[in-house]
């Protein structure tokens, strides 16, 4: 079973990019929550607890997806790993209660209360896992189905941005609303960009946007999904004193970001360059929020 779990997280989620992800997400926020409030930076042990926590939960967004998509997946896509047999929906069920115990032991060992944000943490993946009990309505629906969806993003940078103000006896910093509006954003620039391509790859039952609203306007929404990354993102950096920071990072992404989404328009089959352009944004936000401070930047 081991062996068979080790093979499905090499195709569907990749413990070498998202391990790394995860504790920059669990750095930027933690770090940023001190900052806005002028405290000493976290411990490494807050980081990488707030890494870790960030960590277990993208496993459980993963492991339910797979329950949510298991009809469409066996329909449409039997090459993946539970349709073709690699692994079963048993078995992934006590990789997310695994993951649960694991995330209650490190908020524990932390402070216990940070079991009351988890378990909200927790309530809303659910609802997001049930398609908030109105799937059929939401499905056609693509923007409403990204709306409902991409604020799970900013509950995970609160959660992890937690792991520094409540150990400490604090109260949340207002400025956190800002790193909450950055990670929403972001969020929703990663959902369009990994869903956009070249017609060649469009498959049968998988609603991208380019399919659904046309090569243009998929490319405009996640043009405009990147300007409020930028737009939010400075006004979080600002708050943390990180502005130029976050103009050095951000800068030269948005210049390519525009050229990207130009070609594609002009060459359809470039479309692979937006969900490496989104996860570089990604990286570079994150790392302007909270651990460029160690630059000196």
């Keep these: 079973m081991l062996r068979r779990l080790w093979h499905y997280q090499r195709e569907r989620f990749p413990l070498a990019a998202m391990a790394p992800l995860a504790l920059l997400l669990g750095a930027s926020a933690s770090m940023f929550s001190a900052l806005v409030r002028g405290a000493a930076l976290p411990s490494a042990l807050a980081v990488l607890a707030a890494g870790a926590s960030a960590l277990l939960v993208f496993a459980q967004m993963r492991v339910l997806d797979e329950f949510k998509d298991a009809g469409d997946d066996a329909r449409f896509r039997p090459y993946r790993p539970v349709p073709r047999g690699l692994v079963t929906l048993a078995e992934l069920r006590r990789v997310l209660v695994a993951a649960a115990a694991a995330q209650m ?16 943490l927790w309530g809303y993946l659910s609802l997001m896992a049930a398609e908030f009990f109105a799937r059929d309505w939401l499905r056609p629906r693509h923007f409403a189905y990204l709306a409902s969806h991409v604020p799970f993003g900013a509950l995970i940078a609160l ?139």
């Design 105 to 120: 032991a490190i908020a524990i060992a932390v402070d216990a209360r940070l079991l009351w944000l988890l378990a909200a």
């Design 159 to 297: 959660y992890a941005a937690a792991f520094e103000w409540l150990p400490r006896g604090a109260d949340p910093h207002p400025a956190l609303a800002l790193l909450a509006a950055a990670a929403l954003f972001n969020t929703t620039l990663l959902e369009i960009g990994r869903k956009i391509r070249a017609p060649r790859d469009e498959e049968a039952g998988v609603a991208t946007y380019s399919a659904v609203w046309g090569r243009r306007r998929a490319v405009l929404a996640w043009l405009a999904a990147f300007a409020l990354v930028l737009a939010s993102g400075a006004l979080a950096a600002r708050a943390a004193g990180l502005a130029t920071a976050f103009a050095l990072l951000m800068t030269p992404l948005a210049i390519g970001a525009g050229f990207f989404a130009l070609r594609y328009l002009q060459r359809p089959e470039s479309a692979r360059a937006f969900e490496p352009t989104s996860g570089a944004a990604t990286l570079a936000l994150y790392l302007a929020l909270g651990p460029a401070t160690l630059l000196g930047t």
